[in-house]
């Protein structure tokens, strides 16, 4: 069946350093791709999301990158600050009339000072 | 300000009792979605409405009820025959067909037995 999994279930960086957190999808039919970051104790935040027609997408200090080839997704955060340690979910939809997402289960991004 | 609130914020239920997590959107979103987390999960559907006085099960909806008589409102229940309601519970809402553009979601509710 469908499923969204991560490669690492936490991840612990230096402040400045740059942050690379990995998923792994296996519906190769979705064509819409999110990040979430949720802090300790409250919802998910949108980060950045990215369509299947692209293989890359920035944003402000992050960026995105979609390998449909082996069902890859990536999240780098540029000059990881303490205020980025929290839970990261990659989530995937389908297109067509489902508008439904499937979520990981997150990798847990420490930054230590 | 648009956006999803969800209440209360700290939810204490009794065995055998039935409690009501709140959901209210002003973002004029058609779709709204229940989830449950447990600690170091991730998300898993529980129910989920695409129209007003429409909704459909997800993963795990046995246990729990909800009803979408406004497009604003959409309460989940947790009843009695939800064996192991602790967890986090989160609403999200989006546009849906006007243009999926992911999930706007709220605070949470943090459901615990005593």
């Known amino acids: 069946g469908e499923s969204v999994g991560l490669h690492l279930p936490t991840l612990s960086v230096q402040e400045g350093d740059n942050s690379i957190i990995n998923c792994a999808y296996s519906?190769?039919?979705?064509?819409?791709f999110i990040w979430y970051k949720q802090e300790s104790g409250k919802g998910p935040q949108f980060i950045i999301d990215?369509?299947?027609?692209?293989d890359k997408r920035q944003g402000q200090r992050v960026t995105v990158l979609l390998n449909k080839t082996v069902k890859h997704l990536s999240l780098q955060i540029a000059a990881t600050q303490p205020g980025d340690s929290a839970v990261y979910f990659c989530?995937?939809?389908?297109?067509?009339?489902?508008?439904?997402?499937?979520f990981g289960k997150g990798t847990l991004l420490t930054v230590n000072p | 300000d648009g956006g999803i609130t969800q209440s209360p914020k700290y939810l204490f239920r009794k065995e055998g009792q039935n409690v009501t997590l709140s959901c209210e959107q002003n973002?004029?979103?058609?779709?709204m979605y229940w989830y449950r987390q447990d600690p170091g999960q991730g998300l898993r559907l529980i129910y989920y409405?695409?129209?007003?006085?429409?909704?459909q099960k997800g993963d795990i909806a046995e246990g729990y009820s909800v009803s979408r008589e406004k497009k604003e409102s959409f309460p989940l229940t947790v009843t009695s025959a939800q064996k192991n309601p602790t967890a986090f519970y989160l609403c999200?809402?989006?546009?849906?067909?006007?243009?999926?553009?992911?999930?706007?979601f709220g605070s949470g509710t943090r459901l615990t037995v005593v």
């Open positions: 999200a809402s989006t546009r849906g067909a006007r243009g999926f553009d992911g999930y706007t």
């Open positions: 519906n190769s039919a979705s064509d819409y």
């Open positions: 990215i369509r299947s027609n692209m």
């Open positions: 989530a995937e939809n389908s297109g067509g009339s489902n508008y439904k997402l499937t």
């Open positions: 973002l004029n979103h058609d779709a």
């Open positions: 409405s695409q129209i007003v006085n429409d909704f």
